[in-house]
């Protein structure tokens, strides 16, 4: 399961900061432990599909809780694809 970091950097120093996570990845195991580890940091950065960005290499802004939404399952990448 993912989950996504409600204002990372609240406390320590400012956000954004590269070395914050804003999405946890959680494993549950049988034995009712949970394995958490980062999976993007406040700063991650990665190839845009959409808008005037397209195909450019940007940060994802993960800091900013508006921007973070759920998609069920694949999209077709096409450059007015949202979720």
Not at 30 to 45: G, M, N, Q
Not at 60 to 83: A, E, H, I, K
């Amino acid at each position: 399961m993912l989950i996504s970091a409600s204002a990372p950097g609240t406390t320590g120093a400012a956000a954004p900061n590269p070395a914050y996570p804003a999405v946890y990845s959680v494993t549950l195991s049988p034995w009712h432990v949970a394995y958490i580890h980062a999976l993007f940091y406040d700063e991650s950065v990665a190839t845009a599909v959409n808008g005037s960005h397209a195909w450019k290499r940007v940060k994802l802004g993960l800091t900013d809780p508006t921007r973070t939404r759920w998609c069920r399952g694949p999209r077709p990448v096409s450059p007015v694809t949202s979720c």
